[in-house]
């Protein structure tokens, strides 16, 4: 069994930044590729980049490339996500999830959920 809390979010100007955390708990969490999603009023969930257990292969969506970054500690059960230059169509409650095996671009694969963070990008 994984839990998985995530914070960081808030109201930033257009530009700005933002770090959201993802913090375990679970023996095994290392064990799982994490992902994060982006959900916007009235969208479906989408995919916005995952990590492998060990932190060395990452994945990003072609929306956020070049301005997100995936990373992780599992000394301290954590993934990071540096947002940079947001956009205000950035705007959107985000999850972290986990997954062992599947397609890591689909959210039904996850087998853990947090229960999101709201970012909110200003023009």
């Known amino acids: 069994q994984v839990q998985l809390v995530e914070s960081g979010g808030g109201l930033v100007q257009a530009g700005g930044s933002l770090r959201l955390s993802c913090a375990a708990s679970g023996r095994f969490f290392s064990d799982y590729t994490t992902g994060w999603f982006q959900q916007a009023p009235g969208k479906e969930r989408e995919f916005v980049a995952a990590?492998?257990?060990?932190?060395?292969?990452?994945y990003s969506a072609d929306s956020v490339k070049g301005r997100f970054t995936i990373s992780r500690d599992n000394t301290k059960n954590t993934v990071y996500l540096q947002m940079n230059s947001l956009k205000p169509e950035d705007t959107a409650v985000y999850y972290c999830?986990?997954?062992?095996?599947?397609?890591?671009?689909?959210?039904?694969?996850?087998?853990?959920w947090g229960q999101g963070t709201q970012v909110t990008v200003s023009s």
């Open positions: 999830a986990a997954i062992r095996v599947g397609n890591l671009r689909v959210p039904y694969e996850y087998d853990y």
């Open positions: 990590i492998s257990w060990n932190g060395i292969t990452t």
